[in-house]
């Protein structure tokens, strides 16, 4: 704003950049999730982004909203944005792994309606408790509900691949010798 650009422009820019750093975090935890294993990562990134939720809550809870500094805000939504993007990226590769080959296109839009339809909800009730307890205790709540789930992820499972059949041999063909002049 201190250069004449509207409030329009500064929260366009805002978003615009939220959403490449966590196109940034969707690319990163792919590679990480290739090099660390796809469990591991997205527990680490839900680990981090509790990390960094308590952080903020922590500041909210003593100085109040308006007065965390604005770095430390910035930063603690940079860092949430790129963990968030970890996580998001690299959890797509569990639901395809859970996938059945011959439905994987059907089953795999039900992972991310789901997925969407829980983000939404998520949204709606953190506005919920942020409006009735403040935003504090809305991101306290966030932090403690993104560590129930990396309890879990042990208990996701890939498809189990069948194992090949076969068939039971009833003759077996035995060669004949071979006779000399025949």
Same mark, same amino acid.
Do not use: W
């Given at each position: ?42 527990? =680490? %990134?839900?680990?981090? #982004? &509790? ?5 903020l809550a922590t500041q909210i809870s003593r100085v109040g909203l308006t007065a965390v500094a604005p ?14 993007g970890v996580a998001y990226g690299s959890r797509n590769a569990i639901f395809m792994g859970m996938t059945?080959?011959?439905? =994987? %296109?059907?089953?795999? #839009? &039900? ?9 939404s909800m998520g949204n709606y009730w953190q506005g919920l408790v942020a409006g009735r307890m403040g ?48």
């Open positions: 704003k201190a250069i004449g650009a509207r409030r329009r422009d500064v929260l366009t820019q805002f978003l615009l950049e939220a959403v490449m750093i966590s196109l940034a975090g969707c690319l990163l935890g792919g590679f990480i999730a290739d090099y660390f294993g796809i469990k591991r990562t997205v527990a =680490a %990134a839900f680990a981090l #982004t &509790a990390l960094v939720t308590f952080g770095d430390f805000f910035f930063g603690s939504l940079i860092a949430h944005g790129l963990f968030f059945n080959p011959a439905v =994987a %296109a059907t089953q795999f #839009t &039900a992972f991310m309606g789901m997925t969407n339809l829980a983000i935003y504090a205790a809305a991101l306290y709540l966030d932090a403690a509900i993104a560590l129930l789930v990396i309890g879990l992820i042990p208990f996701l499972r890939a498809r189990e691949v069948p194992a090949q059949r076969q068939l039971p041999v009833l003759v077996q063909a035995v060669p004949s010798p071979v006779v000399a002049g025949e």
